[in-house]
């Protein structure tokens, strides 16, 4: 779909600031655009006719735009929202995040004035973003599809690479799950929650184990030595015989413990906290590295840090992204990154897609990165592809 296939609604109280809106989007070559004063004939609009984007202002009579797209959500007649707001940017901010929580795909911000060039950049994020789970409303998914598909092999590891900052080589790569399912490609929101809900956990983890070493070593065999991270839930962990199989897993492939850092996952609370514990110091104590995933999220924390042996820290991307414009974010990564220097850890900072962020980082003292920027994850045999298109002299961005 090309940007002037878009349908976009524009929700603009202000009937000037509405009418720009639909000149600046007709000027992009825009043909299916509409537009609505306030938040209630925007939702009957939308009934009408679902849009592929909706360009909200927050500041609406009656129904403000944070109720608006709390019902856009819950009648989920978009595709993408994305705000037009001149307000405080922390607000903003929130606003995203509330969006995003309700299951909405939320392409940006296009400050006030409008330009075609801002628009333009805004709405061709449409187009390049990952396929969210609320995107693929169609595909059912239950316990015995899932069981089926972990016997069929289905689930394949794909890989992202990890960039060190002083050199811009790829020093390593994160192993994600992928799910071909139906003719599309099924991301990890969409199917870990379940697997872990059924049960079926363990045994996707260990298949992504094992193949991200039979990778690894492939790529070591061709000259390309890389550390390799797998993501782990503290689901697996309460059972205190997982640090001796990820052993075996290891060594059955070739693959020294050093070289693989697990990524601690935290989807609930420890419940089994002394199994857990006892699970991740001796994977520490065999050369695992150990990765607290996603910090500052969800259980990610301080505590977590304090109890646990943990040698790398992950910056997660809800921080990184637009951090050198917004400064409560900026102040995160900050803070992140000097807690991690006192306690000796390594930093990776993820969802890097601007050279602004690269540069900030740097400038930061963050050691590594992954995200858009560099690559988003690929199959293991593209992987060697992808670095070397990195490591074209034009890509790596300035140190």
Not at 3 to 9: A, M, N, Q
Not at 32 to 53: C, H, I, M, S
Not at 188 to 213: H, K, N, V, Y
Not at 319 to 339: I, N, Y
Request: proline share 5%; charged share 25%.
């Amino acid at each position: 779909m090309r940007l002037s296939d878009l349908s976009v609604l524009v929700v603009e109280d202000h009937g000037f600031q509405r009418r720009v809106a639909l000149r600046l989007l007709e000027e992009l070559g825009l043909q299916r655009v509409a537009a609505a004063a306030d938040g209630r004939a925007a939702l009957a609009a939308l009934e009408l006719a679902p849009a592929d984007v909706v360009l909200v202002d927050l500041d609406l009579p009656e129904m403000d735009g944070i109720e608006f797209i709390g019902h856009v959500a819950s009648h989920r007649r978009a595709g993408a929202i994305a705000l037009t707001s001149a307000l405080d940017p922390a607000l903003l901010n929130t606003v995203q995040g509330m969006a995003r929580a309700y299951g909405l795909r939320v392409l940006g911000v296009v400050e006030k004035p409008l330009t075609t060039f801002k628009l333009a950049e805004v709405l061709g994020r449409f187009h390049d973003e990952e396929v969210t789970p609320e995107a693929e409303p169609h595909v059912e998914i239950g316990p015995d599809v899932l069981r089926r598909a972990l016997d069929a092999g289905e689930f394949e590891a794909w890989f992202q690479p990890k960039v060190a900052i002083s050199t811009g080589n790829v020093i390593g790569v994160e192993a994600l799950a992928r799910w071909p399912h139906e003719g599309r490609m099924i991301g990890p929101a969409r199917f870990i929650p379940l697997l872990e809900r059924s049960g079926m956990i363990g045994e996707l983890t260990e298949r992504m184990l094992e193949q991200s070493c039979r990778w690894r070593r492939r790529w070591a065999d061709d000259g390309l030595e890389l550390g390799l991270s797998v993501n782990v839930s503290m689901l697996n962990l309460a059972d205190v015989a997982t640090a001796d199989r990820y052993q075996q897993i290891v060594a059955d492939h070739g693959v020294r413990p050093r070289d693989l850092v697990i990524e601690v996952t935290e989807s609930s609370v420890m419940s089994e906290a002394a199994h857990v514990l006892n699970v991740l110091a001796r994977l520490r104590l065999k050369g695992f590295g150990l990765a607290i995933d996603d910090f500052g999220t969800g259980y990610s924390s301080l505590a977590q840090l304090s109890q646990i042996p943990f040698t790398e820290l992950k910056i997660d991307r809800g921080f990184v992204s637009g951090a050198p414009t917004q400064p409560r974010k900026r102040a995160v990564v900050e803070a992140s990154l000097d807690l991690a220097r006192k306690l000796h850890l390594t930093v990776v900072a993820e969802g890097v897609e601007t050279l602004e962020e690269w540069q900030m980082l740097a400038e930061l003292g963050c050691q590594q990165v992954q995200g858009f920027l560099v690559s988003a994850a690929v199959p293991g045999r593209a992987l060697p592809g992808a670095i070397r298109d990195w490591h074209q002299p034009e890509a790596v961005p300035p140190r």
